[in-house]
C-alpha cells in the first residue's frame, strides 16, 4: 500500500556492479534526470546495485543501452540490445556459474599433463527460505590430458568441490580423455637411377638434375667455342698462304734460277 500511495517504487535497474562500473551508470542516468540509488547487493557479495523509481525504469534502460552500445560493432551491438539490463535470478545464476567455471578451468588446465579442461556448473535453485526445495549444486568436469600422463580426477573433484560453497566431491563428475599420438606416415620411396630417394623429394632431385645438365652444356659450348673460332682462322690462314694452280701455270721456266 505505501507503493500505490508514493509517487512510485524502486525497481533494481542494475546488479553485480563495482564501484567503478556503479559510478559510470550513474552518470548516464543523471544526464537524462534518472536519480539512481547505489545500495550493497546482498546477492552479489561484495558487489554493488543500482535502483531507480519505477516510472524512470524504461528511460534508465534505454540510456543505459545507447551508452553500452556506443562504439561496438553491429554484431556486438545486437548481441548488447538482445540482453537485459535487469537480470533476472536465473540470469544470475547462470552468469555467476559461467564466471566460476572460467576460473576452474584455468587453474585445472595447470594440472600436469592436462591439455584441455571444460566445467559445466549447476548452482542450487529455489526458494532460498525453503532449503529443502533447493536442488544441490553440481558440477562435470572434462579433462583432456596427454598421453601418458597420470589420471587426475581425484584431484580434479578435490579442487572443484572447494572452490564451489555447498558442493560435495560425490556431486562431481570427472571425465578424462587421453590424446592418442598420431602414427608417423611411412615415407614412401622412388628410384631415380642410382640414387633412393623419398616420392615427395623426386620431382625435386629431377629438376635439380635437369638445371645441372642444362648448366653443364652452357659451359661445354663456352669453352669450346674459342677453340672452334681459333682453329676456324687458322685453316682461313693456310688457305691465303698456298699459291692457285692458275699462277703456278703462268710462272716462266727458269725462273726460279
Request: charged letters at 20%; aromatic letters at 2%; proline letters at 6%.
Amino acid at each position: 500500500m505505501s507503493c500505490i500511495a508514493s509517487a512510485g517504487c524502486d525497481v533494481t535497474l542494475l546488479r553485480g556492479l563495482s564501484r567503478e562500473q556503479a559510478n559510470e551508470a550513474l552518470i548516464t542516468l543523471d544526464r537524462i534526470g534518472v536519480v539512481g540509488h547505489v545500495t550493497e547487493d546482498d546477492r552479489a557479495g561484495s558487489h554493488l546495485r543500482i535502483d531507480v523509481d519505477d516510472n524512470s525504469v524504461a528511460a534508465g534502460v534505454a540510456a543505459l543501452t545507447a551508452s553500452r552500445n556506443r562504439g561496438l560493432c553491429p554484431a556486438e551491438k545486437e548481441t548488447a540490445s538482445a540482453s537485459s539490463w535487469i537480470e533476472t535470478p536465473g540470469e544470475e545464476r547462470a552468469r555467476h556459474a559461467e564466471h566460476l567455471g572460467s576460473q576452474l578451468e584455468r587453474s585445472l588446465s595447470r594440472l600436469p599433463g592436462v591439455l584441455e579442461a571444460h566445467v559445466h556448473i549447476t548452482l542450487p535453485f529455489g526458494m532460498r527460505s525453503l532449503a529443502e526445495s533447493q536442488t544441490p549444486p553440481a558440477a562435470s568436469v572434462l579433462l583432456v590430458r596427454e598421453h601418458g600422463a597420470p589420471a587426475l580426477g581425484s584431484a580434479a573433484t578435490e579442487l572443484v568441490a572447494g572452490a564451489i560453497p555447498g558442493l560435495s566431491a560425490s556431486a562431481v563428475r570427472v571425465v578424462e580423455s587421453t590424446l592418442q599420438p598420431t602414427a608417423a606416415a611411412t615415407p614412401q620411396f622412388a628410384r631415380f637411377g642410382p640414387v633412393v630417394v623419398t616420392r615427395d623429394s623426386a620431382s625435386t632431385l629431377k629438376a635439380w638434375l635437369a638445371a645441372s645438365l642444362l648448366l653443364h652444356i652452357l659451359l661445354a659450348a663456352a669453352l669450346l667455342r674459342p677453340l672452334v673460332r681459333r682453329r676456324a682462322k687458322a685453316g682461313a690462314s693456310e688457305t691465303l698462304a698456298l699459291p692457285s694452280p692458275s699462277a703456278a701455270a703462268e710462272k716462266p721456266p727458269g725462273a726460279d734460277s
